[in-house]
């Protein structure tokens, strides 16, 4: 199964605006810092603007962001694109007549509701201020190096 990575690119796709503000920022000029089609690009836009952390006009270009980076939490952009999707899942097809097969979903999915419970938290208190600024850092120990 393959993992979804709607949610790093949405982080991706928002961090951009903000840096590159200034410049001229098409669907085609975020998908090649994202590495994807500008298709792809404009779904999620579509969904960032749906839940309100992007205003767009159709037919030009320069998406902006709603709100300060401050107030844009990473679950926020997690609800934005991928819903109330979990974060794991646990195999509903398992033979019944099995010891494992026959209480593993039970089990786990404490454990599993425990970590989403944990994850959302931790999401939920990082801003996209964080990731804007840590990526500025890390840019500039790049920077420093060259």
Do not use: W
């Amino acid at each position: 199964m393959r993992v979804s990575t709607r949610f790093s690119d949405s982080i991706h796709l928002l961090a951009f605006i903000k840096i590159y503000a200034g410049a001229h920022l098409t669907s085609d000029l975020i998908a090649s810092s994202i590495e994807t089609s500008p298709v792809v690009v404009r779904r999620l836009m579509g969904k960032l603007r749906h839940a309100g952390l992007i205003t767009t006009t159709p037919g030009t270009a320069q998406p902006i962001l709603a709100k300060p980076l401050n107030e844009i939490s990473l679950l926020t952009v997690f609800y934005a694109v991928e819903g109330d999707k979990s974060l794991f899942a646990v195999d509903p097809k398992t033979n019944p007549d099995c010891i494992v097969g026959g209480n593993i979903q039970t089990v786990l999915q404490q454990y599993y509701q425990d970590a989403q419970t944990a994850a959302e938290a931790r999401l939920a208190k990082t801003s996209l201020q964080d990731i804007v600024d840590n990526l500025l850092v890390e840019q500039a120990k790049k920077d420093a190096i060259h």
